[in-house]
């Protein structure tokens, strides 16, 4: 069984520029959460989507936006981008939400550069 | 932002030695994660701790839950180089926070 997977690997881009990361869970898995991860500290939460909902969203601002399509695969895009953006963006993906009682599964994530 | 600590940030040991993170929080934990990063890598899963008290073994790694279920350790026995990462606690509050993790180097 594959993985969790994400696209791109890497990514640059510039100041006010907008990206779009995808992932897409383990099969069987409903739900998926985006993640940020700023070089030498642990994940930050951005949001949760399971059954296509939002089920969560961490203090992020709203130029950060997430969707979950019919296939459980999810998107997550940022706009304007600002040199802060630059981090490892991490997709997890679980049996389901709503309890800290399941596993996630991390896939390797987007090496996101803003120059 | 964060709502758990982690200590230390970073621990350098001889192999063979052993090696121990801590997690801390201020208020009392539902249940509590832990995960490890390989240099490069993506976290992976290790084991979740329910219950006051809990103990659980796997092979060199004992991960333990506080009696006031507001801390949690990872002891690693007998480190091999295998072993270099950066270990994360998680707490689930309504989301998973992560803790600053605690950078593990293994000198051969």
């Known amino acids: 069984d594959a993985g969790v997977t994400q696209s791109p690997t890497h990514l640059i881009k510039t100041r006010g520029q907008h990206v779009t990361l995808r992932c897409s869970p383990i099969s069987g898995h409903k739900s998926v959460s985006w993640y940020q991860q700023v070089l030498g500290q642990g994940p930050q939460f951005i949001f949760q989507?399971?059954?296509?909902?939002?089920?969560g969203r961490g203090n992020f601002p709203d130029r950060f936006s997430a969707r979950q399509f019919p296939n459980y695969s999810s998107e997550l895009n940022v706009n304007a981008l600002l040199l802060g953006d630059s981090a490892l963006y991490l997709c997890a993906s679980s049996l389901y939400p709503g309890t800290g009682n399941n596993e996630q599964f991390f896939g390797p994530g987007t090496r996101l550069t803003v120059l | 932002g964060q709502q758990v600590m982690q200590i230390p940030q970073y621990q350098h040991v001889q192999e063979g030695e052993d090696f121990t993170t801590y997690c801390n929080s201020s208020?009392?934990?539902?249940?509590i994660q832990w995960y490890k990063q390989r240099p490069g890598g993506h976290p992976v899963f290790l084991i979740q701790l329910v219950k006051s008290g809990e103990v659980k073994k796997q092979k060199r790694l004992t991960f333990q839950f506080g009696e006031a279920k507001k801390n949690s350790s990872l002891h690693i026995t007998a480190t091999q180089t295998t072993d270099v990462g950066t270990y994360f606690c998680?707490?689930?509050?309504?989301?998973?926070?992560f803790g600053t993790g605690t950078s593990l180097t293994v000198i051969p």
């Open positions: 989507y399971y059954e296509k909902e939002e089920r």
């Open positions: 208020t009392t934990l539902s249940n």
């Open positions: 998680a707490e689930y509050r309504n989301q998973f926070y």
